[in-house]
C-alpha cells in the first residue's frame, strides 16, 4: 500500500502564489508518474499536471499551463505543484494521485491512477 498525503492549501487572493506538496510513504514510489488533480464543487476530477519518475517528462493542462509548475524530488519521495498567479477559477480540492503502471506516461484520466491523497482545500477570492 502506497499513502499520500497532501499539504499546502489555503485562502488565497487572486494573483496570489501557492505551493502544494504531497509526500508519499509505504512503499517506493520513484519509478512511477505522479500527478494532480482537482475539483471543484459540482464538477468532475480534472487532471491538473503530471510528472514522470525521472522527471524526463511534464505535462500541464491548458488551463494552467504558463501559471502552474509540477516538480518532483524522488530522494524525499514528494511532488510539488507550484502554483502561482492563482484566480478564483482555481477554487477546488487539489489531489495528487500515483500511476501505479511502470510505464513512462503520464495518463489524464482519474480512473487509470491507483492511489491517491485525501486532498487540499485551496479557495482563491477575488
Known amino acids: 500500500q502506497v499513502q499520500l498525503v497532501e499539504a499546502g492549501g489555503g485562502l488565497v487572493q487572486t494573483g496570489d502564489s501557492l505551493r502544494l506538496s504531497c509526500a508519499a510513504s509505504?512503499?517506493?514510489?520513484?519509478?512511477?508518474?505522479m500527478s494532480w488533480f482537482r475539483q471543484a464543487p459540482g464538477k468532475e476530477r480534472e487532471f491538473v499536471a503530471g510528472?514522470?519518475?525521472?522527471?524526463?517528462?511534464?505535462n500541464v493542462a491548458d488551463a494552467v499551463k504558463g501559471r502552474f509548475t509540477i516538480s518532483r524530488d524522488n530522494a524525499k519521495s514528494t511532488v510539488y505543484l507550484q502554483m502561482n498567479s492563482l484566480e478564483p477559477e482555481d477554487t477546488a480540492i487539489y489531489y495528487c494521485?500515483?500511476?501505479?503502471?511502470?510505464?513512462?506516461?503520464?495518463?489524464?484520466?482519474?480512473?487509470?491512477?491507483?492511489?491517491w491523497g485525501q486532498g487540499t482545500q485551496v479557495t482563491v477570492s477575488s
Open positions: 509505504g512503499r517506493p514510489v520513484n519509478t512511477f508518474t
Open positions: 494521485a500515483l500511476y501505479w503502471k511502470l510505464e513512462v506516461t503520464i495518463p489524464i484520466m482519474p480512473n487509470q491512477y491507483t492511489y
Open positions: 510528472i514522470t519518475w525521472n522527471s524526463g517528462r511534464t
